[in-house]
């Protein structure tokens, strides 16, 4: 690889070291722009040191950006604190972005969240652009359905990705369990790495599975087969969600956290849960409501769809990323 062929160079980063490892290595030896696809970095940093064993790296990141603060949280990590910081509310304000973002000569992010939070660390040139929108794929959704086991007229609720804490399951599975009067199916399409919810939690009264790691199309028949998505999270990690916007563009309604990037997603797109002291409720009676009305479920569905159409579209992403990659390079 030679750098000097190349107008431009640009990394995408995220916070899974097993996807990103490669792409942090090769960015310390060719700097370039950045897609910053999380704003907290640090279970990158975390998975980095239980590959790799070095945590001398990570504590002295921590200490340099964060000083005794950072000492502590290091020690925390260290001593396998049963919430860890990259879980906890409280990573927002240490998200160890610092060194990647030291590393960009632009920087890419899909939200104002998280704009706003690292206009102050970096003096590199910063874009908003949406997180781009996908080609639809055409499912037999009748077909998916009966064989997750779904008989027909029945209602399907999905999840998507890897099970985490803060994915709000907990509370999730408590609302629906609250349900009664219908029948209706929860199906996570994704893996449970941290046997968060296997075996399930017992007190379940309705069918519930989790596919485990599925290839990405059986993954989107999943959600193109459903009738409405969960994708809350809290506390946000400033992530900019593939996921969502896959479910938004197979026009599905979906239940999200108003906090983060998903906050900025208009009202009529989604549905928005705040994480408050009602958050278990709200959830019970969004959910309630789309179940028992379809219009309710179509009309926010067509409305989701329309919007990732309409702003995330790829040509439009593309012709954005063209423009800043310009403005960073001086380039034609």
């Known amino acids: 690889f ?5 107008d431009a160079i640009v990394y995408h980063m995220g916070n899974n070291y097993e996807a990103h490892g490669y792409i942090y290595e090769s960015l310390q030896r060719y700097p370039g722009i950045v897609v910053l696809h999380d704003y907290v970095m640090q279970s990158f940093y975390a998975e980095r040191y239980e590959a790799e064993g070095d945590f001398s790296h990570y504590r002295g990141l921590l200490e340099h ?7 502590e949280i290091a020690e925390r990590i260290q001593a396998r604190s049963p919430m860890p910081i990259w879980e906890s509310p409280e990573a927002v304000r240490f998200p160890l972005c610092e060194e990647i973002l030291a590393l960009a000569n632009g920087v890419v992010v ?14 590199a040139p910063i874009a908003v652009i949406p997180h781009h929108g996908h080609v639809l794929r055409q499912f037999d959704t009748s077909a998916v359905r009966h064989e997750l086991g779904i008989p027909e007229g029945e209602i399907l609720i999905s999840s998507a990705g890897y ?4 994915k709000r399951f907990d509370l999730i599975l408590e609302a629906l369990s609250d349900l009664e009067g219908f029948p209706f199916h929860f199906v996570i ?3 449970d790495r941290g046997r968060l919810l296997t075996p399930p939690p017992s007190g379940i009264r309705f069918d519930f599975q989790i596919t485990g790691h599925l290839p990405l199309d059986r993954m ?45 997603f208009p009202d009529y797109t989604v549905l928005k849960v705040d994480a408050d002291l009602d958050e278990k409720e709200i959830i019970r009676r969004f959910t309630l409501a789309l179940v028992a009305d379809k219009d309710l479920r179509l009309s926010v569905g067509r409305e989701a769809g329309a919007f990732v159409e309409r702003e995330c579209s790829i040509p439009r992403c593309a012709e954005l990323y063209t423009r800043f990659i310009r403005e960073c390079t001086g380039g034609d």
């Open 163 to 166: 099970v985490s804490r803060n």
């Open 189 to 191: 399409a994704g893996e």
């Open 110 to 123: 899909h939200s104002r969240f998280i704009h706003d939070r690292i206009r102050p660390l970096t003096e």
């Open 2 to 6: 030679l750098p000097q062929d190349y």
């Open 65 to 71: 950006y964060y000083g005794d603060l950072g000492r």
């Open 220 to 264: 989107e028949a999943i959600i193109a087969a459903s009738d409405m998505c969960f994708n809350l999270r809290y506390p946000t990690m400033g992530e900019s969600s593939g996921v969502q916007i896959r479910m938004m563009g197979y026009g599905k309604p979906v239940l999200v956290t108003n906090l983060g990037s998903y906050a900025e």
